[in-house]
C-alpha cells in the first residue's frame, strides 16, 4: 500500500463547479500538508499549506485536513477554465533527519466552458 | 537565476551508457532535491543537500544512482549503466533555507528516454 493515495481522476467539470480533490495517507508521522499543482509540461508549483487539522482557506480555494481519518481535500469554488491541471497532495514528517515529501499520483482536472 | 533551471531537457541514451542531469538552483536557495516523476504519477523523492551535504539518499533506487552538489549550488545526478526502467522525467527542486517547512521550487526536469 502506498503512503498516499490520490485518486487519479480524470475529473471533468463545467465552469463555476465546486472541485473537491481528496487524498488519504496511512502514516500518522506526517505533520504538514501541500497541495501542489502542476500544469501540462511544467515542474509542480505551490499552491498550498497547512499544519493542522481543519480549514485554510485562500481566495477560491479551500485546503481541509482531517488527521483523525488521514484525510485531506481542496476545495475549489466557481472553478476556471484555468483551474485545469494536475493537482497534487504531498505531505512531510517534519523529521529533523529528513526534509523529504511524499507525493500522491495527481488528480488531473479539466474545467471546461 | 529566475527560477531553478535543469539540462538538459530532453536526454536520450543507449542502455548501458552513463548519464549526468544537472541542475542550477534558485541563487542563495540552501536545499537542493531529486525527484523522479513517471508518466501519470507524483514525484518520488530520490535525495536531497543541505548546501554541500547529502542529507537522505534514501530514494535512490539503487547504487548506479549517485548525487553531487560539490560546492553547495549547482547539482549532478548522475545514473551508470542505464536500464529502460530508468527511463522518467527526472525533477530537480531547491528551497531557501532547509526547513522542511519552506516552499520547494520545481525545475522544468529532464525528459531521460533509454532505448
Known amino acids: 500500500q502506498k503512503e498516499v493515495e490520490q485518486d487519479p481522476g480524470p475529473l471533468s467539470v463545467p465552469e463555476g463547479a465546486i472541485v473537491s480533490l481528496n487524498c488519504t495517507y496511512s502514516?500518522?508521522?506526517?505533520?504538514?500538508f501541500m497541495w501542489y499543482r502542476q500544469y501540462s509540461r511544467k515542474g509542480p508549483e505551490l499552491l498550498m499549506y497547512?499544519?493542522?487539522?481543519g480549514n485554510k482557506e485562500d481566495g477560491r480555494f479551500t485546503a481541509q485536513v482531517d488527521k483523525s481519518s488521514k484525510y485531506i481535500s481542496l476545495f475549489i469554488r466557481d472553478s476556471q477554465p484555468s483551474d485545469s491541471a494536475t493537482y497534487l497532495c504531498?505531505?512531510?514528517?517534519?523529521?529533523?533527519?529528513?526534509?523529504?515529501?511524499?507525493f500522491g499520483t495527481g488528480t488531473r482536472l479539466q474545467v471546461f466552458p | 537565476g529566475a527560477g531553478v533551471s535543469q539540462s538538459p531537457r530532453y536526454k536520450v541514451t543507449k542502455r548501458g551508457q552513463d548519464v549526468a542531469l544537472r541542475c542550477d538552483p534558485i541563487?542563495?536557495?540552501?536545499?537542493l532535491y531529486w525527484y523522479r516523476q513517471a508518466l501519470g504519477q507524483g514525484p518520488e523523492f530520490l535525495t536531497y543537500?543541505?548546501?554541500?551535504?547529502?542529507?537522505?539518499k534514501s530514494g535512490l533506487p539503487n547504487d548506479r544512482f549517485s548525487a553531487e552538489r560539490p560546492e553547495g549550488s549547482i547539482s549532478t545526478l548522475t545514473i551508470q549503466r542505464t536500464e529502460q526502467r530508468d527511463s522518467a522525467m527526472y525533477r530537480c527542486?531547491?528551497?531557501?533555507?532547509?526547513?522542511?517547512?519552506?516552499?520547494?521550487?520545481f525545475g522544468p526536469g529532464t525528459r531521460l528516454t533509454v532505448l
Open positions: 527542486a531547491s528551497s531557501r533555507q532547509g526547513r522542511s517547512t519552506d516552499t520547494q521550487y
Open positions: 502514516n500518522s508521522a506526517f505533520q504538514y
Open positions: 497547512t499544519y493542522s487539522s
Open positions: 504531498a505531505m512531510s514528517a517534519l523529521s529533523y533527519n529528513t526534509d523529504k515529501l511524499i
Open positions: 541563487s542563495g536557495h540552501v536545499s
Open positions: 543537500f543541505n548546501y554541500e551535504a547529502q542529507q537522505d
